[in-house]
């Protein structure tokens, strides 16, 4: 019985501290990571500003948690998707896919990714610069793999990269406002013109 009560009230403490990355999460897309107080985020709650050190050690653990669990979660996903047997338009689309799946479960939290990374501290601002620089090489390699197999136009290696994960990276920016657009034609209409364009 006993057991059974620690573990409820572990689940609780994980619902409440999933709550808090959240609230965070918006609060860091609307003023910035740095421009938000322990005390911004306790107002958000309804709850006193000591009562957060109950379920969050700082503000710094929130910011590690929302980037790194995004992060690592594209690292996975590319690695997957390098792994298939696919062609590299497929695995291109599957890249297309995987970002636009990660945009609409969380859009507030990719604001922190892209525009707060740089104040995460020591090892996992290192972690994250070592899974951003990997999943770019990886991107990089397919790329290359698709032009020299003429599966892909002979176009600038770097200049194909930096139009496909520029739109990609800032999705979240843009489809908030725009979901009226269905999920499905959304991935449909956007590996159709990264892919070929629109001429």
Not at 22 to 43: C, H, N, P, Q, T
Not at 68 to 77: D, K, R, V
């Amino acid at each position: 019985m006993g057991r059974t009560s620690d573990n409820s009230f572990n689940m609780k403490l994980e619902g409440r501290k999933q709550e808090i990355i959240y609230a965070a999460s918006i609060l860091f897309k609307e003023k910035g990571y740095s421009a938000v107080s322990m005390r911004d985020l306790a107002k958000a709650l309804g709850m006193k500003a000591a009562s957060l050190y109950n379920h969050i050690q700082s503000k710094q653990e929130i910011l590690a948690t929302i980037i790194i669990g995004l992060a690592e979660e594209f690292t996975t996903g590319i690695h997957a998707i390098v792994k298939t047997k696919s062609t590299t338009v497929e695995k291109i689309e599957q890249i297309i896919a995987l970002h636009i799946d990660v945009t609409l479960r969380n859009a507030d939290g990719l604001a922190s990714l892209n525009n707060d990374w740089m104040h995460l501290e020591e090892e996992n601002l290192i972690y994250f610069e070592n899974m951003r620089q990997e999943y770019e090489e990886q991107f990089r390699m397919m790329v290359h793999e698709g032009v020299v197999a003429g599966e892909l136009k002979p176009h600038n290696i770097e200049i194909i990269i930096f139009s496909t994960l520029s739109t990609l990276r800032t999705l979240y920016l843009w489809y908030p406002n725009q979901r009226h657009i269905d999920p499905e034609i959304l991935k449909r209409d956007m590996i159709s013109v990264l892919l070929k364009g629109v001429v």
